[in-house]
């Protein structure tokens, strides 16, 4: 069974900085891509990052470009996304999901930028 | 960047009844490989989103028969041929062949 379980989210002040964890089981991670995803409170559905399998290559949402960095270790099944000079408005719950579609989701993180 | 519309964003229906949800990408979304990815996610109140649909049609495993997807280019639908209660929730769909984008989402409550 596919597990995706993040970890990492907290209050922050706005300026600061924060890394998310998502770890993987039930499947062979290094063979995919995997994708950050955030919903603001009542809102809907933003991308927000994705590498590849190999970690090789990411991709960034224009409202996080520059000030978060995604990667992963295939040897801990794991992807991080690393926050920085946050914002009130990067206040979300964060979810991971596995692949080039979105196939398996985590629980989700919650991260609230504010002083 | 590609945006994604999806019409309506509430959907009362009744049980029972079928219900349809629009989806409309500002550009093509068939890929340089010929495939077309749009997907369909339910997010349950409370709960992450769930992938119901893959590549237009293609329901996951698990998904009843009862929904379905359809559509080609720009213009997608999401079906459900009878509505039950475990259907309540919001509904996405996403582009996934110009990097991603979510379209806003469609409630669907009981009427």
């Known amino acids: 069974e596919v597990q995706l379980l993040e970890s990492g989210g907290k209050l922050v002040q706005p300026g600061g900085s924060l890394r998310l964890s998502c770890e993987a089981s039930g499947f062979t991670f290094r063979t995919y891509s995997m994708n950050w995803v955030r919903q603001a409170p009542g809102k809907g559905l933003e991308w927000v990052s994705t590498i590849t399998n190999t970690g090789s290559t990411t991709y960034y949402a224009d409202s996080v470009k520059g000030r978060f960095t995604i990667s992963r270790d295939n040897s801990r099944d794991t992807v991080f996304l690393e926050m920085n000079s946050l914002r009130a408005e990067d206040t979300a719950v964060y979810y991971c999901a596995k692949g080039a579609q979105f196939g398996n989701w985590g629980q989700g993180t919650p991260v609230t930028v504010s002083s | 960047d590609v945006v994604m519309t999806q019409s309506p964003l509430s959907l009362p229906v009744t049980l029972g009844q079928p219900a349809s949800i629009s989806c409309r990408s500002s550009?093509?979304?068939?890929?340089?490989?010929?495939?077309?990815?749009l997907n369909w996610f339910l997010q349950r109140p409370g709960q992450s989103p769930r992938r119901l649909i893959y590549k237009v049609s293609n329901r996951d495993s698990g998904v009843p028969d009862r929904f379905s997807g359809s559509g080609s280019g720009t213009d997608f639908t999401l079906k459900i041929s009878r509505v039950e209660p475990e259907d309540i929730g919001v509904y996405y769909c996403?582009?996934?062949?110009?990097?991603?984008?979510f379209g806003q989402g469609t409630k669907l409550e009981i009427k």
């Open positions: 550009q093509s979304l068939v890929y340089s490989d010929g495939n077309t990815y």
């Open positions: 996403m582009q996934g062949s110009h990097k991603y984008t």
